[in-house]
């Protein structure tokens, strides 16, 4: 990637950020301006209102594309710092804010939210949920962003719990249990709002939790109901779970899905069995772990599963972010579920009845000779973890993991941050005990991160043909947003915020941050005026061409 910024620039971001972190510590609690409440109306109708940001994905469909065309291909490389904001926890910060009405949400880590002047950056009110100190988490204190439904946020905290928040003052409305967190479940992602529901997942595959997918009235925060992502006794698929090892078989819900109204099917993908790398103990298929679920919007019951990687043992979650669209393959228009698969599969699927399309490689693996005609892999002999260890790719990063994918419809391409790397899988005799880690192996590089290399890869879901690819070193695990002003934003591990021509990967515009971006982008208007923003380190740097 060319390197074209000057000395000037950063040391502007830095002197901005400390004197907003400054201003912060003195800041007294203030209500937001009055908004518009939200309604599902609203949300159906979210591509109307591109100036807002209302949900973690941009719209119900997932697709991260903005039709703002403000900001385009013949001026992005004009875009001059606005505003940032200090997030106090020094954390890496993986939060997609939600912008309403001129109001910015966002949430820090361990289980925070603020809202900012979404013009300014300037602090309204603060929530800080307070954790127990027995946590007991896999991948960070991280928090991705909140849910948001009339005058309410919706927050999902890692301490496993749901709270609602008044989101004209930050006051808490109620606090809900929704796990265990002495037993390994965890909550860090943002809840998607489905008609009158709160719908939301959980986390904790490494501990050998249970998984399910709940859904709360936004009112009271009572449990409406619950899907549990693994067949219990007697259910359909318990049968592919070795004895009692479905009571501990991991199948964690740990990042928000997409929805279809005109289907009523909520779409949520699930993680990996468990243990993860020993599946001596959990012989079988292991439904509903690795697997794309389309839920009834109003019951929770699963109408259709697709599962991505049977018996998984590399640790391949099927947690990315589905996204959906009309599409026209091989001569028949079908409403479609496009997923980038951590498995480094990349698959087209019906979303009415989970029809398998197409499917083909999107980044290096060496586990499968390739997919059938039903979708499943077809398996390399001799690939699963040993006590020893074995070479495989993809690592168990994944060719890509759970970082934000986009589909831009001006164009018909999908885009995803892939990875080809390798890694020596291995696996070891564990037994399980309950709040404690039960993974069963793990993995290690034998050559450094940089001898491997990270794209953002553009497909064609029709054909699921790879149309371009643009160079990240090193592996970049941040999440992508197209504009219609026919833009990709994305970022870097090393700290750049970037766009490229989303028609051909052509690089237009990057400046340093200085730190890992870890989050995906938004972009939203403001009287009249568009802005991108992106969290990077522990800030949130927001852009704009100059007044």
């Not at 949430?107 to 602090?123: F, I, K, M, Y």
């Not at 643009?470 to 750049?496: C, E, K, N, Q, V």
Request: with cysteine.
């Amino acid at each position: 990637m060319k390197r074209v910024l000057c000395t000037l620039c950063a040391l502007l971001i830095t002197t901005i950020s400390a004197q907003v972190s400054a201003q912060e510590q003195e800041f007294e609690t203030v209500m937001t301006p009055a908004f518009t409440p939200i309604t599902w109306e609203r949300f159906v109708n979210a591509k109307n209102e591109p100036h807002n940001w209302l949900m973690y994905s941009g719209t119900l469909d997932a697709q991260r594309h903005s039709l703002l065309d403000e900001v385009n291909v013949s001026n992005v490389d004009e875009l001059e710092l606005k505003w940032a904001y200090q997030i106090p926890e020094i954390d890496r910060a993986e939060t997609v804010p939600l912008v309403v009405d001129g109001i910015m949400f966002i949430t820090e880590a361990p289980s925070n939210v603020v809202a900012v002047d979404a013009r300014t950056g300037r602090q309204y009110w603060r929530y800080n949920h307070e954790l127990p100190e027995d946590l007991r988490i896999c991948c960070g204190r991280n928090n991705r962003g909140v849910a948001i439904l009339g005058e309410t946020l919706f927050m999902s905290t890692l301490d496993a719990h749901l709270v609602a928040i008044d989101a004209r003052t930050g006051n808490l409305l109620w606090d809900k249990e929704v796990a265990k967190h002495d037993s390994g479940y965890s909550k860090t992602a943002a809840p998607l709002i489905v008609k009158d529901l709160v719908v939301t997942g959980i986390a904790g595959g490494e501990f050998g939790i249970r998984g399910f997918i709940d859904a709360y009235d936004p009112v009271t925060g009572d449990l409406v109901w619950r899907t549990y992502t693994i067949p219990g006794e007697g259910e359909f698929g318990v049968d592919t779970w070795l004895g009692d090892s479905w009571k501990t078989g991991g199948s964690a819900t740990w990042i928000t899905g997409a929805y279809d109204e005109e289907l009523n099917l909520i779409y949520w993908g699930t993680g990996n069995p468990g243990p993860d790398w020993n599946g001596d103990v959990r012989l079988g298929d292991n439904l509903y772990s690795d697997s794309a679920l389309a839920l009834n919007g109003d019951t929770g019951e699963i109408e259709w599963y697709f599962q991505f990687t049977p018996h998984d043992v590399h640790d391949w979650d099927a947690i990315q972010v589905p996204i959906l669209a009309d599409l026209n393959i091989d001569g028949q228009d079908r409403r479609v579920m496009m997923w980038a698969n951590r498995n480094a599969f990349f698959y087209s699927i019906d979303a009415e009845d989970g029809e398998f399309l197409k499917g083909s490689p999107f980044a290096t693996q060496t586990w499968a000779q390739g997919l059938d005609q039903n979708g499943a892999p077809i398996r390399v002999p001799g690939m699963a973890p040993t006590y020893e260890g074995i070479m495989v790719s993809p690592p168990i990063t994944g060719g890509t993991n759970w970082y934000s994918p986009a589909y831009n419809p001006d164009n018909g391409l999908f885009y995803v941050t892939s990875f080809d790397g390798e890694q020596i899988f291995f696996k070891r005799d564990e037994d399980y005990e309950e709040g404690e880690r039960y993974t069963g192996g793990g993995g290690r590089y034998d050559q450094p991160m940089d001898a491997f290399q990270s794209y953002i890869r553009a497909i064609d879901p029709t054909t699921t043909e790879i149309q371009w690819e643009f160079p990240i070193m090193p592996r970049s695990s941040a999440g992508i947003t197209t504009t219609s002003g026919g833009l990709l934003f994305s970022g870097t591990a090393d700290g750049y915020f970037f766009a490229l021509d989303a028609n051909n990967g052509e690089e237009l515009w990057n400046i340093s941050l200085g730190r890992r971006v870890h989050a995906a982008p938004i972009t939203y208007e403001v009287e009249g005026q568009q802005y991108v923003t992106i969290a990077s380190g522990n800030v949130v740097y927001t852009f704009g061409l100059d007044d």
